[in-house]
């Protein structure tokens, strides 16, 4: 039963992807909503974002929906990064096991900026006006276990970005599995992020490299543009797994519809089921790549188990990034 399952579900995603390969996007700026392809949580990005077969709490809504299937009871995950130029970005999400029926989740993500004064072409200094930028994402997710081997899951969320006066909404789609295959830890995880229509910017513009459009005073409409799709494959498996020492190491394959190929590589030390350290390298990036971070598990409140996260990203001429994330079982 599970091996038909599983085919169905590999078909529907290939096919998905391989829509997504086929559409005739240049590589590189062709995507809104980047906000959506900045990783959220520090355990996936101290990995090398090397995630989607590992995906097992509430934080899974960001990279695999089906990795919510794992949610035992209530978790509750949030995060936040502090991007350079005063960017803030962040998340939060929250599942619950409702049994045989399957795992609900909510989850949100932003990017907040700080005020920016407004410039024209007649004032290039500035107008004096101020404004910021607050983009967001709500979804709603569904996963369940169709065997104890395949897990299945899926996101349906309201996307919203805006500059100044124009912006649009849009909805989007996650899709994901994750296959245990019970041996040695090794699992297999395909997801495809942020599948939607094309969106247009609302309001209008002055093309000042046009000089019919700057002669006669006639605004241009925005065109259309795609979100960044994503489509990802992972595969993890343990190398070491005895009763106090794991070491896991994963790998993920992402084919983004903006962008070149990319592969990411994780390997995460755990001791005591307590304590992990990690460390990851996204290859085939145009700046930086290497990731480090560190976990803490520990009880707290009696039976609630909580889970602190930190990592360390390079970007390059960016400099460094710093990731803190929280996450409760309860």
Known sequence: MDKRVLIIAVVILSFIGGQVIAQDFAPVGTAVAQFLEIGIGARATALGEAYTSLANDAGSAFWNPAGLAAVQQRSFYTAFTSWPAEISIGGFAFAMNFGNIGTFAISSTYLMTGDMEITTIANPEGTGEMFGISNFAVGLSYARYMTDHLAIGITTKLVREKYFDSGYYSWALDLGTIYHTHFHGLTLGMS???????????????????????????PKNFETYSL????????????????????????????????????????????????????????????????????????LFGSELAALDYSFTDLGVLKYIHRVSLGFSF
């Open 228 to 299: 960044p799709i994503n489509f990802r494959f992972g595969v993890s498996f343990d190398l070491l797994n005895t009763e106090k020492n794991k070491i896991t190491t994963s790998v993920d394959m992402i084919h983004p519809n903006n962008n070149l190929e990319q592969y990411n590589f994780g390997i995460e030390y755990c001791f005591n089921k307590m304590f992990f350290f990690r460390s990851g390298y996204r290859f085939n990036t145009d700046e930086g790549g290497f990731a480090l971070g560190t976990g803490l598990k520990f009880n």
């Open 192 to 218: 495809i992020l942020h599948f939607a229509p094309e969106v247009r910017f609302s309001g209008d513009y002055i093309d000042y490299s046009d000089k019919r459009s700057l002669d006669v005073n006639k």
